[in-house]
Structure formats: C-alpha cells, structure tokens
C-alpha cells in the first residue's frame, strides 16, 4: 500500500467519524448535501445516525425524520427536540377537512415578525380585575341599582291580510275592507305622453327578431348554352343532318332556313324568360326589405304606442280595474300583451276589432327561448300573459257595469278600434 492510498483511507476515516458526532463542516467548499439530505433544496436528511451529547451525558442517535423526538417550530422547521438539529423543513400545508388547497400563511419572514398591527398592548389583569369586581359587588347600594325599564305597551293586534287559516273563524266585528279608488284617472296631456313614451320604451324592447328569410320556389337553373344563338344554331343543324343521314328526311334548304329562324325564336324566348325571372327576385327581395323595414319605421311605432295608450285608457275606466287592488295591473305588462295580441288580434263581444291581426309585426316579436332575445325582451315576455288577462278581465267587466259608466269606456274602444283600422292600412301600405 502506497502512501496516498493510506491518506485517502485515513480522511475516510475521519469524515465518518465527523458525521458520526455531527461535527462535520457543512460550510465547507468540498462538503457534498447528497451525503447528508435526500435532495438539498429540501433539505430531508437521510436515515445516517447523527450522535450527540445530552445535557444529561446521555449519548443520543438521532437518525433523522425517523427520530421520534422530532418537533416542528414555528418556522416550520422539523427539529430534534434532544439534539437541536434541524432535520427538514415542511414545504407544504397539511390536509385538513376544511383545506381549499391554498396557502393560508405567509413565507416572508417580515409578515410574522415585529411588531403586530396596531402596536403592542398591556393585557388586562383578569386576577386584578376579579378582586375588584368582588369589591364592587360587597360595597354596593340598593340606592344604586337602577331601576326595571317599564314594558313598552302592547301594540295593537295586526290585522291579518289574506285567507285565514282552516282553524280559523272569521270576525264578524271586523269592518269591511275599504275599496281603494283608482288613480288611473290623471289624464293630462303630460300624462298621455309619458304613457306614449313607455309604450314606445316596450315596444324597442321586444322588435329585436328578424323576420324568417322566406325562400322562393326551388327551380332547376337554367341552361346558360340555350340564350346563345350560335350554339342553339349549331345544335340544331346537327341534329337536321343527322336525321338525313338516317333518311328520316331529305335535305332541303328551305327546311335549313326554317331551323334557323325557329333557333332563333328559341334563344329569343329563353332571354325573355331569363329577363322576367331576374326581375322576380328583385321584386321578391325589395318586398322583403319593405316587410322587415315596416315594424322599424318610426309612423308605425308612433301608431303603435297611440293604440296601446288608448286601450290603456279605455280598460282602467272599467269596473275590473276601478274596483281592483293598487299595483295589481302596470303599463308596461299591458304593453307587452297588446304587442303579443298582434298574433291573433283582439275583438269586444260585438265583433269590434280593437286590436288588428298583424303578421307583418308580430313576427318581429321574440319567440320563447329564442336565442336573438336579451334579458329585458324575456322579462316583458313573461309578464306579456299578465297584460292580456288584465286586458280580458275589463272587457268582461264592462257587461258588469250600467250603460252611463260604461259609456266613457265604449268611446275610447272604438277609437282604439279606429286607430287599429289606420294602423292595419299603414302596415299594408308598407308593406
């Protein structure tokens, strides 16, 4: 054995004997972490016994995260509550039945250390404060106890709104419930326009849908071949020498001529036709613009509103809505259903057409789950049902009432019936 082989054996030893009693250099530039910890960014040590001496005299081998004398602080730091070696360090939060999976606590050092928020502040001598509050208790006067706060003074029974209960027995000393009288009856000029205005707000509200596109009648394209001369020209004179050929016929220069006069009588028709079905579509496509333009155009919308604001008028002079609850029937919820009412129209027990059916709008009005509607459009929707219940119950309530009080009510139902009439023309003539 040479001498570096003994040196190398010697420092060997010596390095063993260092981990051993934990006295090896872990500052040094040639100190290897994969010797002590599995992986040195965590800094977990492996199963190597590290000795040490206790206060006590006791030799102790700590064999790591294996020991069980191992502690975490509070810096999550796994330590040898014997030995004082730090053994890892707890990377992660543990699992708990409450754990979303973050991080609740901080890893900068400066969020849990100083001086906390709000600076620091004396605790109360709770022994201190137990004396006094004996003291307090054995020198206190009856002169000094405040008096009992007299009982508030019972309230007067609620008066119970709705149905009874089934156990219940109604009260035959009760008053009648007061009928509220209608203030639907501020019909100023002022008034009327705001109502106007309303109607026009609902109205922009729910044209949102786009018309159908309406295809015309599917047809086989045309040859283009059969609108040029020479071709139809030349087709036919192939086909006059081939029947010659075949002796069907003989050839004659008078026939030759009568081919080409009626080739181009042909190619004279197809152009004629191709003419009138270019046309066609153009008037089917500007009909078509003129159909979805007639719900946009601002005459029809005013026309609208007027014809809703009359209705509005005629239904709260009836009894349904004189003698019915504040806030049971709104505007904008009637609106709605005299838009929806469109669909199949609306007449009076006399056939009195009040609301016309117009297509041509109605088919611009969404449709349920319709994908084009928007969230105010939905809203107006399902209370349009409420509009026109609202709309049935003053009509029927009109056969309720004597022929005076009606009388104010039948004026503005045929006004309606008027301006539904104009408005049905209007539409027509735009479209």
Known sequence: MDVDELFAQADAARREMQLESGDVDLEGDEWDASVVFVNAPCATRTTCATYSVGPDGDIHACPGMQCRHVVLNGDNHYVCSISGQVLGVKSACESYPGSTGRSIKSANPDDTAGMPVGGWVKRRDMYAASVQAFRNARDISDAEIAPAPAAPLAAPPVVKRGALCVDEAPDANAPPKRTRN?????????????????????????????????EMQLQPPPDPRLQNLEFVKRTAIRKYLKRCERGESELNLDVLSNVIIHANEFVREQ????????DEATQHVTKKRQRSDAGFSGQIRNQLSQLIVSLWRAS?????????????????????????????????????????????????LPALRSASSTPAARQLQSSSHRGICSMQRALTSLSEMNADDAQPARTLLLDASRQGAFLRALVSRNS
């Open 271 to 278: 152009r004629a036709a191709a003419a009138r079905r270019l």
């Open 316 to 364: 709260c002079m009836t009894k349904h809505f004189m003698t019915s609850k504040k806030g049971n029937d709104s505007f904008r919820p009637f609106a709605a259903g005299i838009l929806y009412s469109l669909k199949r129209g609306l007449y009076l027990p006399d056939g009195t057409c009040v609301v016309p059916v117009l297509e041509e709008l109605a088919e611009h």
């Open 182 to 214: 209608s203030r639907k009856d501020n019909w100023t000029r002022d008034a009327i326009n705001k109502l106007a205005a309303e109607a026009l707000t609902v109205i922009d509200k729910l044209f949102i849908a786009q018309r159908k596109p309406q």
